[in-house]
T-cell receptor, first 111, second 115 residues
Framework: RKEVEQDPGPFNVPEGATVAFNCTYS??????FFWYRQDCRKEPKLLMS???SGNEDGRFTAQLNRASQYISLLIRDSKLSDSATYLC????????????FGKGTTLSVSS | DAGVIQSPRHEVTEMGQEVTLRCKPI?????LFWYRQTMMRGLELLIY????????DSGMPEDRFSAKMPNASFSTLKIQPSEPRDSAVYFC?????????????FGQGTRLTVV
C-alpha cells in the first residue's frame, strides 16, 4: 500500500540554499502528521510535527493542506549538517496510533 | 532513560534458520511498533501493540513472521524459517499514548542478513 508518497530525490543543493520537499497521503482519516529525519545507517528521529495552521522551527517550516492531502517541508539556509533523508509520516487512522512512513527524500548539502 | 533498546545489532544467519529479534521499549510507553526497512520498500509497519496486546498485524508479510509482547518491557519478532528476502533493517519503536502528536522513539535497529 502506497499511503504516503514522496519524491525520493536526491536533492543536491549548495550551502545556504532553500529547498522544499513535498509529500502526499492517501488516507483522509489520518489525524497527525510529522517529518522525521534519518541519517545514514541510523534510526529515524522526529524533526517536527506538522500542524494545520503550519508551523516553524528555526530554519524549518512545515505546512499541511488537508483538502489536498499534501504536506510540505521547507528548509532555509541549508547547512552541511542538514544532509540526511527526510521522511514524511502520517498516522494510520483516526485513532492516531500507528505511524506510516513515506520512503523518504534524500538531501545532500555541499560546500 | 536509555531509550528503545534492540538486540542484536547485527545478525547473519543461513536460510532456513530461526531468527529472533528483541526489543525493550521506553518505560511507560504503551505502544510498541515493529518496522522493516529496505531500499526498495522503505519503512514498512509490520505489527503494533497497545498495552502488550497486538492491535494490527496486517503488515506481517507471511506466517513465517510472528511477534509477541509478554510484558510491558519486552517484545520479540521471530522469523522461522528465514529466507534471503528477509534481509533488512528491523526497527522497534515505542510511543506514549495513542492520539495526538506524541513522538515515536526508535531503537538503533537490527541489521539482518540471511544468506
Amino acid at each position: 500500500r502506497k499511503e504516503v508518497e514522496q519524491d525520493p530525490g536526491p536533492f543536491n543543493v549548495p550551502e545556504g540554499a532553500t529547498v522544499a520537499f513535498n509529500c502526499t497521503y492517501s488516507n483522509s482519516a489520518s489525524q497527525s502528521f510529522f517529518w522525521y529525519r534519518q541519517d545514514c545507517r541510523k534510526e529515524p528521529k522526529l524533526l517536527m510535527s506538522v500542524y494545520s495552521s503550519g508551523n516553524e522551527d528555526g530554519r524549518f517550516t512545515a505546512q499541511l493542506n488537508r483538502a489536498s492531502q499534501y504536506i510540505s517541508l521547507l528548509i532555509r539556509d541549508s547547512k552541511l549538517s542538514d544532509s540526511a533523508t527526510y521522511l514524511c509520516v502520517v498516522t494510520l487512522n483516526q485513532a492516531g496510533t500507528a505511524l506510516i512512513f513515506g520512503k523518504g527524500t534524500t538531501l545532500s548539502v555541499s560546500s | 532513560d536509555a531509550g528503545v533498546i534492540q538486540s542484536p545489532r547485527h545478525e547473519v544467519t543461513e536460510m532456513g534458520q530461526e531468527v529472533t529479534l528483541r526489543c525493550k521499549p521506553i518505560s511507560g510507553h504503551d505502544y510498541l511498533f515493529w518496522y522493516r526497512q529496505t531500499m526498495m520498500r522503505g519503512l514498512e509497519l509490520l505489527i503494533y501493540f497497545n498495552n502488550n496486546v497486538p492491535i494490527d498485524d496486517s503488515g506481517m508479510p507471511e506466517d513465517r513472521f510472528s511477534a509477541k509482547m509478554p510484558n510491558a518491557s519486552f517484545s520479540t519478532l521471530k522469523i522461522q524459517p528465514s529466507e534471503p528476502r528477509d534481509s533488512a533493517v528491523y526497527f522497534c519503536a515505542s510511543r506514549l499514548g495513542g492520539a495526538g502528536n506524541t513522538e515515536a522513539f526508535f531503537g538503533q535497529g537490527t541489521r539482518l542478513t540471511v544468506v
